[in-house]
């Protein structure tokens, strides 16, 4: 088995780290202190068995993860995963051309071969596995010790385990020598002891036990006589004892006997119940307070039995009359609010128009309604206007104008006139003039200076051609002005007459306008002096007027609907009303309607409601009387039948018949209640009398006779006769108890001593305690044999599996470490020649055999610490070597303490074992990573750093661990 590839998750410091194809010989780890190579090591270690819940390996961040996909010796693929402490997950990695189930998963244990302690101890060399007592327990000593001595010497571990089985088991029957005194013997021993000494007493008490036994016949007897004097005295005791109780009831069934029989003729086989009785006197009183409340309704309302009647047939219509009083009242209040709304409109609208139009009174509304304003466009109106104004405004304006364009025009012609008058030979003359001044003075002051002289002739000459020049130019701009005035003067002309052709089209238009604006006035009705301006708003004056009018009549309209309404409803209401009364508010003067009348006519219908109600309740009263009489005579019908009730002519009558019946009622109730008082105080003697062994007491003990009851209840009464009261029955029943306690007390005597003699003979019962005393030993002596059986058997097992031991080690000795021998020769260059385990051959440990002719054999302790070392490395490859299937080897640093001639030749062993098994080697020291390469071992290096692995050469990291 190979690890092919490596990735640990979260596990102590390594996190996130992957290990890619893993050399399949020797793998090289190395690090510096503390990298985390230990860490490493931990999750290779427990990588195909499962983290354990120790406190020993590093903490995770959240939890332990970690997975690898192995190669098997037969090429199979599968990947193993870690998470937490859960068991591995195995699964197998399908090749490329192969089909596999999904989540197919395999048992660790069957690609393993082996548990997880030998490969812990076994394949996990670090120098803790190479020293002798490393911290483990003696039971995983031994079992280690069977590992390394090869196969066969695991299975030899369970014959010591089954000899100590069997052992303790006899040792706790009967300890190590089987004394019969001892551990599960000794309580069976100690029974048939005592059973020899209930034998040896039970043969000197024969006479005593006659005697005691004729002495508890005699105290039997007396026991059984007082025992019954007991019974009766107790049965006295029961019969005093209820009548005592009971003695104030008898008493009392004398009285009500008495009473009774001399009360016969009070007797009514069918009395009225109390609730009746009750009822009737209820009944009565209801009858008595509705006559009079019916009578004084009656008279406080007065009026005769037709109209209470008449009002009782028209109660339906009174309600529907009463209900819409409410409505009509609205209907009234909202006519009055239409009236005085319609007055106010009509005084605001004959204001309107009286300021619309001074010449307008209320006599002319009709006329402007007649006024056609529909066909009147009010914005056509209101253009005219504006139209009209903004042309009188603009012929205003034009004719301020004209009159500024002609001042302007006349103004603009008296400047081109003087312009006209400038000319330009006058200027050519000035010029001629000045230039022959300037050549005569020249010519004069050339005979006084030459030069002067010419200078100024010419200069003067040239100075006014300059100048005259500069004048001729300025006068033909001028001629270009006057020329550029007349066209300007033509134009101001021309604008001044198209002003006046613009002024007399505006005065056609405003001369237009106006015949239609009093057009406008006379279809309005309104002078003609009337301002234009004002059309618009007395148009809209004139239609708010006809609007109003309008409204006006609408007004009106509904008065008069609401008017014809209420005057029907007031005639219905009058013609109702006048069935009951020919003179109530004085109906036939008040023919007409009006918001008064009809109030004087709903109070008088609420009036007549007030008294439909009043006769109302006289009906319901009168009703509730009927009803409460005819109750009553059905009781009294129902108890006394000989009577005629039904004749009953008048209140009073009913009322005497009433009161003679409630009063022979509660007479016949009386007797009833004394007879039921009777039958009471009866049965409650009878109950105190119900159990068996009170009616014994009385001596009366047949339970199904039919009249048990009255015989009982008769022997009571005739036992309290001899009784003259109930102090006495108290005292004898006293005297009784006391008597009664004495027998119980002798009683309790002769029982305790009756008790006494019979412990005496069943202690002097010679024959049973022999018997007895014979069945102990024998039953002791029975278990006894099965202990000694079981003892026997459980300590030849252990003597015959401790010899059968002892004899297959002797036999296995010279057989055994052959290999572990070759290797640890190899390794020490021919020190030593073999190795063998010392004896005991579980409990001990090994030893080195010298080279040379004597052999001699050093134990471990007599060995240096790197020659110890070596043995025990040498052991562990040889058996490492001999278990199939090959698994990873891991080697945590254990060549610290070996020199370099050793080191090179475990290496060398190494290299050979590299060929079939994968082997870590965890190192801090360059040294080893220079011996492996000098080895020339086909080798694979990786570098670890604070929990970083990156894949390297030796040369790196021989030089990375050589820092330190």
């Known amino acids: 088995m190979k690890i092919k590839r490596l990735y640990i998750e979260d596990f102590g410091i390594l996190r996130n780290q992957i290990l890619e194809d893993l050399h399949p010989g020797i793998v090289v780890i190395g690090g510096l202190n503390r990298a985390g190579k230990t860490t490493l090591m931990q999750v290779l270690r427990y990588l195909g068995y499962g983290f354990p819940q120790s406190g020993q390996l590093p903490p995770a961040t959240n939890k332990h993860k970690a997975e690898a996909d192995i190669i098997l010796d037969s090429g199979d693929i599968y990947n193993i995963s870690l998470s937490g402490y859960g068991q591995p997950v195995l699964k ?94 000794k309580s069976h021993y100690l029974s048939i002891e005592k059973g020899a000494d209930i034998k040896r007493k039970a043969l000197s008490q024969v006479e005593e036990y006659k005697e005691k036994q004729q002495e508890l016949e005699e105290k039997k007897s007396l026991y059984q006589q007082i025992g019954k004097e007991l019974e009766q005295l107790q049965n006295e005791i029961v019969r005093l004892d209820i009548i005592k109780n009971n003695y104030k009831a008898y008493k009392d069934i004398q009285t009500i006997e008495t009473w009774l029989h001399s009360n016969q003729d009070k007797h009514w086989d069918k009395v009225p119940s109390e609730y009746e009785l009750s009822r009737l006197e209820s009944l009565r009183d209801e009858y008595v307070f ?53 007055n106010r409109k009509r005084q605001q609208l004959v204001a309107k128009i009286r300021e619309t139009n001074a010449a307008w009174d209320e006599k002319d509304m009709e006329d402007l309604v007649e006024i056609k304003t ?66 005569l003075l020249g010519i004069i002051l050339v005979f006084i200076n030459p030069f002067i002289g010419t200078l100024l002739g010419l200069g003067g000459i040239g100075i006014t051609a300059v100048y005259y020049i500069m004048t001729y130019l300025n006068s033909r701009e001028a001629r270009g002005a006057v020329q550029a005035q ?41 002078s003609i002096d009337v301002p234009d301006s004002t059309l618009p708003g007395h148009l ?152 068996d062994g009170v009616r014994r007491a009385f001596g009366y003990s047949i339970s199904n006779d039919e009249g048990r009851d009255e015989k009982l209840l008769n022997i009571f009464m005739e036992i309290c006769s001899s009784y003259a009261s109930q102090e006495e029955v108290e005292e004898v029943y006293s005297a009784k108890c006391r008597e009664r306690e004495d027998k119980i007390e002798e009683l309790d005597r002769l029982k305790e001593e009756g008790q006494k003699l019979e412990d005496v003979l069943e202690r002097l019962a010679t024959t049973e305690n022999l018997v007895r005393g014979q069945r102990q030993i024998d039953n002791a002596r029975a278990e006894l044999k099965i202990l000694a059986h079981s003892y026997a058997v459980n300590m030849t097992a252990a003597f015959l ?140 290096y990786w570098k670890i750093d604070r929990g970083r692995i990156e894949i390297s050469d030796y040369d790196k990291l021989s030089s990375h661990l050589r820092v330190s």
């Not at 008279?299 to 009002?311: F, P």
Request: aromatic content about 8%; overall charge negative; proline content about 2%.
């Open 92 to 185: 197998r990695i399908p090749l490329t051309e192969e089909k596999t189930l999904n989540d197919e998963i395999i048992n660790v244990e069957d690609i393993f071969g082996i548990d997880d302690f030998t490969y812990r101890q076994l394949f996990t060399i670090t120098l803790d596995e190479l020293n002798r007592n490393y911290g483990i327990s003696d039971h995983e000593k031994r079992k280690l010790q069977s590992i390394l001595l090869g196969a066969g010497f695991k299975d030899i571990l369970l014959l010591p385990q089954l000899k100590d089985e069997f052992y303790k088991e006899g040792d706790r029957i009967g300890g190590k020598r089987g004394s019969p005194r001892v551990k599960q013997f």
């Open 540 to 691: 809209l004056r004139i239609r708010d007027i006809q609007e109003g009018i309008g409204e006006l009549d609408e007004i009106y309209n509904k008065i008069q609907e609401d008017r014809g309404y209420l005057e029907e409803q007031y005639n219905r209401y009058r013609a109702f009303i006048s069935q009951f009364t020919q003179e109530g508010m004085h109906v036939e003067q008040a023919e007409n309607y009006s918001p008064e009348n009809w109030s004087r006519l709903a109070a008088e219908l609420n009036r007549w409601n007030n008294y439909l109600k009043e006769t109302q309740g006289i009906y319901v009263l009168q009703q509730k009387i009927e009803a409460v009489e005819q109750e009553i005579i059905e009781i009294l019908e129902k108890y006394e039948t000989t009577l005629a009730y039904q004749d009953l002519q008048n209140r009073q009558d009913l009322e005497n018949s009433i009161a003679q019946f409630i009063d022979r009622s509660q007479e016949a109730m009386e007797y009833n209640r004394q007879e039921n008082r009777l039958r009471e105080i009866r049965q409650s003697v009878l109950s105190s009398m119900s159990s």
């Open 801 to 940: 599996l401790k010899e059968a031991e002892e004899r297959l080690l002797q036999s296995m000795k010279d057989s055994i470490m052959d290999s572990a021998g070759n290797i640890f020769s190899q390794m020490t260059n021919g020190d030593y020649k073999g190795i063998q385990p010392a004896e005991p051959l579980l409990d001990g440990d090994f030893e080195a055999i010298l080279s040379g002719e004597k052999s001699r054999c050093q134990t471990v302790d007599m060995l240096s610490r790197g020659t110890r070392e070596q043995l025990y490395l040498s052991v562990r490859i040889s058996r490492i070597m001999d278990i199939k299937p090959n698994l990873p080897v891991i080697i945590d640093d254990s060549f610290a303490n070996f020199d370099s001639r050793h080191l090179g030749q475990s290496i060398g062993i190494l290299s050979q074992l590299a060929k079939t098994h994968q082997i870590f080697i965890l190192t801090c020291h360059g040294e080893l990573v220079d011996e492996i390469a000098r080895a020339q071992c086909q080798a694979q």
């Open 290 to 342: 509705l006559y009079k409340d019916f009578q004084d309704k009656e008279i406080e309302l007065g009026l005769a039995l037709d109209n209470r009647k008449s009002l009782l047939d028209n109660k339906e219509e009174m309600a529907s009359l009463i209900e819409g009083i409410s409505g009509i009242n609205e209907r009234v209040r909202q006519c009055t609010e239409q009236e005085e709304e319609y």
């Open 374 to 439: 529909d066909n009147i466009s009010h914005s056509r109106l209101s253009g005219l206007v504006d139209e009209y104004r903004d042309l009188v405004s603009d012929h205003k304006n034009h004719k301020a104008n004209l009159v500024r364009m002609q001042e302007e025009y006349n103004t603009f012609q008296d400047q081109a006139v003087e312009l006209e008058d400038k000319k330009p030979w006058g200027e050519v003359k000035k010029y001629f003039y000045t230039s022959l001044a300037f050549i």
């Open 486 to 526: 007349k066209q300007q003067l033509e134009a101001r002309k021309s604008r001044v007459e198209a002003e006046e052709k613009l002024i007399k089209s505006i005065e056609k238009q405003i001369e237009s306008i106006k015949t239609e604006l009093d057009e406008y006035k006379q279809r309005l009705d309104l």
